[in-house]
């Protein structure tokens, strides 16, 4: 859903220009911008992961492995 929002960010953006009046204060602000981008940079390799652990035939090894990567990506992400 919120690649979706992405997808679409100047649509939205041209919308809530165009109708900033009657919006009150439900807009999005640049930095609001920037925080769903940096949220689905963060939450997009758990989504990946959910997809490649589906199924039956996922091993322990398999899921072993990337809750490795994923533990990297999170240490990488607070830095």
Same mark, same amino acid.
Not at 8 to 32: A, F, R, V
């Given at each position: 859903?919120?690649? $979706?929002?992405?997808?679409?960010?100047?649509?939205?953006?041209?919308? #809530?220009?165009?109708?900033?009046?009657? *919006?009150?204060?439900?807009? #999005?602000?640049? +930095?609001?911008?920037?925080?769903?981008?940096?949220i689905y940079t963060f939450l997009k390799p758990f989504y990946c992961v959910i997809l490649?652990? +589906?199924?039956?035939? $996922?091993?322990?090894?398999? $899921?072993?492995? #990337?809750?490795? $990567?994923? #533990?990297?990506?999170?240490?990488?992400? *607070?830095?």
């Amino acid at each position: 859903m919120l690649s $979706v929002l992405l997808e679409h960010e100047l649509g939205i953006d041209n919308y #809530i220009k165009s109708n900033c009046d009657t *919006l009150e204060e439900d807009y #999005i602000l640049l +930095q609001d911008w920037k925080l769903l981008c940096t949220i689905y940079t963060f939450l997009k390799p758990f989504y990946c992961v959910i997809l490649k652990t +589906q199924g039956d035939y $996922v091993t322990l090894n398999r $899921v072993l492995f #990337i809750i490795d $990567v994923l #533990i990297k990506h999170m240490e990488n992400s *607070l830095v």
